[in-house]
């Protein structure tokens, strides 16, 4: 595999997942980057003892760092895995790429991939967290990445088709960090919300699950009052969509991330727009 494909794994302190990504795909036999956000724990120590190539560097955005990887690190082969530290893949996945990359039909410029989130050991199977489709397995020199500070999408030249099997998302670094991450996301959403464009400018290239997304967010999400927003889509997740059935994990799981950190989103810009941003306590 290692003259088809190279792999691509951005990372920031990520000493406590990168390990079991590492023994995923190295099944694959590829050239594996590590492209480092200047991690202060064992990060790029772990990568180089793997036989991974690790650049180190200072980007704004993820987006800013994977067109930077996709434009200067030295790919030689067709294609390109993107993972993430905090992900695996399945054998079943790592046998279909095997197949597929050698026969793949010249049109198709990229494939989608299915990924499972597990949390609190748990998959989170309900609530509209599966299927979740993305593209991460592309051929050299025909994507990009959207512009944008979050959630950003591959743009493609060529036609995408589907892999069967997964990635699995399955981070190992603890509640408190999960919330410190999605606070900051936050941060990046508002930044998102308040730039100065029409929120429907963006990719025509998405995958359909993808752009579907986007466009229920701007034009019927945000639309709604804010706060009452948060809670209407925690009930439509947890209850219309069963999230329920994830039991206690899924509980936690979907009112974080369905009702608090939307919630967070708001609050925030009620901040900004009642003129208390940057105000100290008294």
Not at 15 to 28: D, G, Q, R, T
Not at 68 to 86: G, H, N, Q, S, Y
Not at 124 to 143: K, Q
Request: glycine letters at 6%; a positive charge; one cysteine or more.
């Amino acid at each position: 595999m290692k003259e088809l494909l190279s792999i691509y794994i951005p990372t920031l302190n990520e000493e406590i997942n990168l390990p079991h990504c590492l023994a995923s795909v190295s099944k694959l036999g590829a050239t594996i980057f590590v492209v480092d956000s200047k991690s202060t724990d064992r990060t790029v120590e772990i990568a180089k003892a793997a036989g991974c190539e690790v650049v180190t560097g200072d980007w704004r955005t993820f987006s800013d760092k994977m067109n930077w990887a996709m434009k200067e690190l030295p790919i030689k082969t067709p294609w390109i895995l993107r993972i993430d530290a905090d992900e695996w893949i399945t054998d079943e996945l790592i046998a279909e790429i095997k197949a597929k990359l050698g026969s793949t039909p010249d049109d198709v410029g990229a494939y989608s991939i299915n990924r499972r989130v597990y949390f609190l050991n748990r998959w989170i199977r309900h609530g509209g967290m599966y299927p979740l489709w993305g593209v991460r397995l592309w051929r050299t020199g025909r994507a990009r990445c959207e512009v944008r500070e979050l959630d950003e999408h591959m743009e493609i030249d060529g036609r995408i088709e589907n892999l069967k099997h997964d990635i699995v998302d399955e981070g190992r670094r603890g509640l408190t960090h999960w919330v410190q991450k999605h606070n900051q996301y936050t941060d990046a959403e508002i930044r998102e919300m308040l730039r100065a464009r029409q929120p429907d400018d963006s990719s025509t290239t998405l995958i359909r699950q993808a752009a579907q997304k986007r466009w229920l967010k701007n034009n019927l999400y945000y639309k709604l009052p804010k706060f009452w927003r948060a809670l209407i889509f925690w009930v439509y997740r947890y209850f219309f969509k069963l999230g329920f059935l994830d039991g206690v994990p899924g509980l936690i799981y979907h009112t974080l991330h369905g009702f608090w950190f939307r919630f967070l989103i708001d609050s925030k810009l009620y901040e900004i727009e009642s003129g208390q941003s940057g105000k100290s306590d008294k």
